[in-house]
């Protein structure tokens, strides 16, 4: 997932050291930063990182990059300004993700300074001592977070620090403001390279890590890396908190045409990567990166490459058949795999994660209830693959796929009306869809009370037969003046009962 | 967690004669004789009444609801007059449309000749009251459910009450009437085990005067009467404006959103040739647009073009370009209902999309293109999908090719794809007798016929010779094997065993260029392997399966043991003569009778060999690691020549290990019956071929 280091670079951040005094805070600071880029470098390449900078303005450094050296250039410029303020900040982090990825990508900000939270209006403890008075719009406080991202804090402040402590509880609450996950670093022990290191290091190994599932399809199986880490699903619904943990394995469950799942919602996308099985642990992998990068790829070209991967036969089958394969990735958790191309058509497998439940994508039906067409007694594919199963019809239908009335507009009855006077028009042949068309309306008409209409359209029917062309079939003026009085009847008033054409001698011949 | 007002709704419809009034808009329903020549005089406007005009809104909004969210809300409907009468219950099966029309056509307009005095709206309220605390299929659900929401569910519920309001003294009234039922029934729930307090309630009373007329109350914001309920009252006139109203809220209500989609070219009905572009304005969840609402940079909100005091997203119509289907970015579905669902242009959209074609939606906006919707239909049902338009994370992903595996290319792919054809899912339902769900069926399906797999082309021979092994590969897989199934497999085992009497070429890949490759024979042993191993990782699944792996040691015995196989299985105990007996008979006859019909067979199939695309060449093979077989590759030299040669001979005097004769691969087990002792499965592969290496010991004793 994106994230942006919040690096404050105020006066306060080059105070230097007490324990080594050539060292100042922000030496230490961007020493930390290094450490996790290195990991990303070495473990999640795929990783996109912002750097911004903050006092009391703030200002985006680095746009969001894969390339971390440019990062570790642009810390190496950085200029010392005035004070510290925390709110704007976070502000500033927030709407640099939201300009770059909308707000559905879940996002993490890194916020690093000294413990200094400011002082007077512009101090973090004002912003929270006016959290309750804020209105909404302009004024609403930046946290929490308008869109999924976790707020990390990293002080970069000795533990013998007086203020320190005042200045912990206040990140905490921020972290809690925000609600979404995200923790608090303070250096263990003194103040020193070795600390900071060590506190970046622990920062980056537990929120930085690649996530490694294996990707299982019956016996077939293979290592795989998930990027960006899919996150365990935890929201409030409608009638119970859903809580939804990722198992360690991505099971195949089947597979079905890309037709028949046609484009379902899903909350997140992750690509498939294989990984060696030599190469699991992100330290061997740090080996490796120091070796250099030709180094890395001579390997991968020779054991590697040439190791056959199961992700890669699926990824290549699934591609050519047009299909997806239906993997479960929780208790009641399902997603898709397939092949995804991008615009430059280099294709790779994806993982798209369904909202929980097993009634996610209404027209596949209870996704527990998929069975294997094996267990049909008749191919519900058909017997030379010319049908489908899909999809799954709801038990009834919606108002646009049938026969209702809706006569709030005059023109929705005008309509009606005028097809009941064509069918009119040319009885006797259009008898059948005459007298369909007068109880359609009839029985609206009972629904809605409106007794009006029957009446009024009953007089209409009478005049329509005096209108009759000398030429007119005899057989419709009898209808006409059949169904015009059936209209005024008693029985007309029963919706169960149709008004049924009259038996004439000209119909009984046919 | 949230439990929304809108789970529960009771409408309260005023059915006293003082509803029969007309609304006093006029119905022009005979407009259609401007063509017909002078002469005619138009027939009367007809005019709705009162109760007309709020049945048509009420069920409006209930059409919008059941579109929009089939399941989960739920609307009831009472009529007030004399007597408060039910209309449905909160049954998911007398949740729809047309439930309701039959009913209301049974209630019928209000009788004129009820005395007005006696009839109230209380009734009806009071009656709402009651049926909020009954329970719905869900809530009842929650409650008996043995989870931690149990015991906290909330009884959330909305009337909506169309009447006709006198004073505000009047609204007053009829608050403290809902209030006070509230208040008493909440006290007979707790003694209650069917019925649930109600914990919040919204009234929202709409007074409707006549078209045209002015009201004497007016409209009031909604107020917080007590912990238990908030009120609102709404005054509208009759007619159309009614419908509006309501129609404006159900969106608020249900949290709903609109989307006109614009320039939607449609034939003239009059004039064909000819078309133009028409709007048509959508109803959704306004989640559907969620990332617009939060942040509207370029004014795509605008006002309704249908009337309506809302606002809705204008999105452009794109004209499909053709029938591929892809799979879309797609972050989200919602169901969609048009607003005016009887309009030509409304039914023209909706029939073109539940015909199967999916129309993007784009955004109009200064710089490119976005498209950011895409309506499409799903089993009847029309969906809003949201597409994702902002960056990916994902850009610039690494090829497939680049990674682990990606430099291999030999892949099975076309195996794979009949294998994922095989096991497509379809939709099942449960059988009320088995407890295992159906997608824990295809899991375990999956399973079976993964048990060997080999993923590249080099390394197998038995998925390379598959027309030869038909059917056995596809039937070894099954669950359950009837006894045809076990012959036809049996008959697959014999066509190889005479394949392997005729020395025909196996479609071994072949090692490159230099090289012959193994030997023929080595090529057979690896095969049988190959086939053994692929039987015995089903061997667990019947004593069926049990059998044709049985054959397959049978046949192969003769091959490596010469005539001594049939001598040991006469020598054999006598259980295990009882269960072979049989079969070897019958193997024997199946074999000799086989072939004496292949001989046009086999020409046949040498033909096809030739021309066979089987075998595509692979660069390496990868065979078992196999204990005895010989260094191969490279040109002989005369080295190897000579010792190949001192080998024969040497061989012929040297009496080979019986345990390896018999074992099936190129590993013998030992001490194989300490297994029997044990416990062990007789019935199994391995015990079984102990059992042939004790005999062959005895022999020589």
Known sequence: MPCVILLDVSLSMSRPVLECESYQRRNLAIHGINVLLDHLAATNKLEFVSLVVFSSLWERLVPFTRDYDSIKTALNNVEDYDKTCIEPALAGAASVIVDEWGSAVPSQVILITDGNTGLGPSSLKHSLQTIGQRSGGEDRFSLPFTFPCKLHIVTISGSQDPELQTSLNMFQRLIDINGQGGQLFVPEGSLSLKSVQQMFRELSEKYFSPLLRVLRCGNLHCNVNVFPAPTDYDRPHDFQHVYKELFREIAICGFLDISDVASPPFISRHLVLPTSSTREKPEELKVDSEKGEAKEDDEDDTVDGRTPAFTVLLHGSLKVEGMVALAQIGEGWYGMLYSWADSKKKSNLMLAVFEPGVDSIPWLGELNHLAPMSSFKQSPYGEEDNKTPFPVRPPDRRSYSQNCVVWIKQAGLQADIQKILRHARKLPEKQLQFYKELNRVRRAALSFGFMELLDALSAMLDRECTLLPGTAHPDAALQLSHASNALRSETARDYAQNVVPLTTNFSSGD | ?701
């Open chain 2, 1 to 701: 967690m949230s439990y929304p007002h809108s789970h529960k709704t009771v409408f309260v419809l005023d059915h006293s004669p003082q509803l029969s009034e007309p609304s006093s808009q006029p119905v022009d329903f005979d407009i259609f004789n401007k063509t017909r020549g002078p002469g005619i005089i138009p027939l009367a406007p007809v005019m709705k009444t009162l109760w007309t005009c709020n049945v048509e809104a009420a069920v409006e909004y209930c059409r919008i609801v059941y579109d929009l969210f089939p399941t989960q809300k739920l609307v009831r409907f009472i009529t007030s007059d004399t007597k408060a009468t039910l209309l449905n219950s909160w049954a998911q099966d007398e949740q729809s449309v047309n439930q309701l029309m039959l009913r209301f056509a049974t209630i019928g307009q209000p009788n004129v000749r009820q005395n007005q005095k006696n009839c109230s709206i209380m009734h009806g309220l009071g009656q709402a009251v009651e049926i909020l605390c009954q329970p719905t299929t869900k809530q009842h659900e929650i409650r008996t459910s043995f989870t931690e929401e149990a015991s906290t569910v909330l009884n959330r519920g909305r009337i909506i009450c169309m009447t006709l309001i006198n004073s505000d003294a009047h609204i007053r009234m009829l608050e403290d009437c809902v209030l006070d039922t509230l208040i008493e029934h909440n006290k007979l729930t707790a003694s209650s085990d069917n019925l649930i307090p109600i914990h919040h309630c919204e009234l929202e009373l709409i007074h409707v005067v006549p078209y045209g007329e002015k009201s004497a109350v007016t409209s009031s914001p909604r107020r917080e009467l007590s912990p238990l309920l908030a009120s609102e009252t709404h005054v509208t006139q009759s007619g159309r404006y009614v419908a509006i109203r309501l129609v404006e809220l159900v969106q608020k209500h249900f949290g709903l959103f609109s989307t006109t989609v614009t320039g939607i070219p449609m034939k003239e009905e009059q004039n064909a040739s000819s078309s133009a572009n028409y709007d048509v304005e959508l109803l959704h969840s306004a989640e559907a647009h969620g990332e617009l609402l939060k942040s509207d940079k370029e004014g795509m909100i605008v006002p309704s073009k249908e009337g309506l005091n809302t606002q809705t997203v204008a999105l452009k119509w794109c004209t499909p370009k053709s029938n591929t289907i892809e799979l879309q970015n797609c972050t989200g579905a919602h169901r969609i209902t048009p607003v005016d669902v009887y309009s030509r242009p409304s039914s023209c959209l909706t029939n073109f999309l539940l015909s199967g074609r999916a129309v993007m939606l784009e955004q109009p906006r200064k710089s490119g293109k976005i498209m950011s919707h895409m309506l499409a239909s799903h089993g009847g049902e029309i969906y809003i999908h949201i597409l994702n338009t902002a960056r990916s994370i994902l850009e610039d992903p690494p090829s497939i090719s680049e990674g682990c595996g990606g430099r291999v290319t030999d892949y099975r792919i076309t195996d794979f794809g009949e294998f994922m054809k095989e096991n497509r899912l379809a939709p099942g339902r449960t059988q009320p007798r088995d407890s295992t769900l159906p997608i824990d069926k295809s899991k375990s399906q999956l399973e079976r016929m993964t048990r060997l797999w080999p993923m590249v082309i080099g390394d197998t021979i038995i998925f390379n010779m598959l027309s030869h092994l038909d059917p056995l590969p596809s039937l070894i897989v099954k669950e359950h094997l009837d006894n045809d199934e076990v012959l036809e497999c049996k008959k697959a085992i014999y066509h190889v065993v005479g394949m392997e009497s005729r020395n025909e070429p196996l479609p071994v890949p072949a090692l490159g260029t230099r090289g012959k490759g193994p030997k023929r024979e080595e090529q057979y042993r690896q095969m049988w392997a190959e086939l053994e191993s692929f039987i015995r990782g089903h061997v667990s699944s019947s004593s069926q399966h049990q059998k044709v792996l049985e054959c397959l040691l049978e046949c192969r015995r003769p091959a490596e043991d010469g005539s001594k196989g049939k001598k040991q299985t006469d020598k054999g105990s006598v259980k295990e003569e009882k269960m072979e007996i049989g079969e070897t008979d019958l193997a024997v006859k199946e074999l000799e009778r086989y072939q004496r019909l292949t001989e046009r067979e086999k020409h046949d199939l040498n033909k096809a060999e030739k021309s066979s695309p089987d075998s595509p060449p692979a660069k390496k093979f990868k065979g078992k690691s196999d204990l005895i077989s010989k260094p191969s590759a490279g040109p002989q030299s005369l080295l190897t020549l000579w010792t190949n040669r001192i080998r024969a001979t040497h061989a012929m005097r040297h009496q080979e290990f019986a345990g390896r004769l018999q074992s099936s691969g190129s590993k013998a087990e030992l001490y194989p019956h300490m297994n029997e002792e044990n416990g062990g499965d007789p019935a199994s592969g391995a015990a079984n071929t102990g059992m042939n290496i004790n005999k062959n010991i005895k022999k020589q004793t």
